[in-house]
C-alpha cells in the first residue's frame, strides 16, 4: 500500500506564493513518475505538472498556463516532491493532487490540497 499525502495548500492573495509537498511512504516500488494535477470546481482535472525520474530521461512538463511560474522538483531520496508555485492568479484556485507512478504501471493519488487565490 503507498500513500501520498500534500501539504501547504491554503489561502494567497492574487500575486503571492506557496509550495506544495507530497510525501510518499508505504511499500513504493521504483517510482517512475510523480506529478501534481489539479481540479476546480465544475472542470476536469488536469495536469500542472510531472517529473521523471532520472532513470526515465529526468524530464519535468508544465500545463502551459503555468510554465515560468510554477516550479516542480523532487528529493527521490525521501520520496518527496514540490511544487514551488509564484505569481499566482484567481484561475489557479483548485484543489491540487498529488499523483506517482511506479515503473511497473501503477498509479497512486493523494487526498488532495485546496489552493484558494482570492484577495
Known amino acids: 500500500q503507498v500513500q501520498l499525502v500534500e501539504s501547504g495548500g491554503g489561502l494567497v492573495p492574487p500575486g503571492g506564493s506557496l509550495r506544495l509537498s507530497c510525501a510518499a511512504s508505504?511499500?513504493?516500488?521504483?517510482?517512475?513518475?510523480m506529478g501534481w494535477y489539479r481540479q476546480a470546481p465544475g472542470k476536469e482535472r488536469e495536469l500542472v505538472a510531472g517529473?521523471?525520474?532520472?532513470?526515465?530521461?529526468?524530464?519535468?512538463n508544465y500545463a502551459d498556463s503555468v510554465k515560468g511560474r510554477f516550479t516542480i522538483s523532487r528529493d527521490n531520496a525521501k520520496n518527496t516532491m514540490s511544487l514551488q508555485m509564484n505569481s499566482l492568479k484567481p484561475e489557479d484556485t483548485a484543489v491540487y493532487y498529488c499523483?506517482?507512478?511506479?515503473?511497473?504501471?501503477?498509479?497512486?493519488w493523494g487526498q488532495g490540497t485546496q489552493v484558494t487565490v482570492s484577495s
Open positions: 508505504g511499500s513504493i516500488f521504483s517510482i517512475n513518475y
Open positions: 517529473i521523471t525520474t532520472v532513470i526515465s530521461g529526468g524530464s519535468t
Open positions: 499523483k506517482l507512478h511506479d515503473i511497473l504501471g501503477r498509479a497512486y
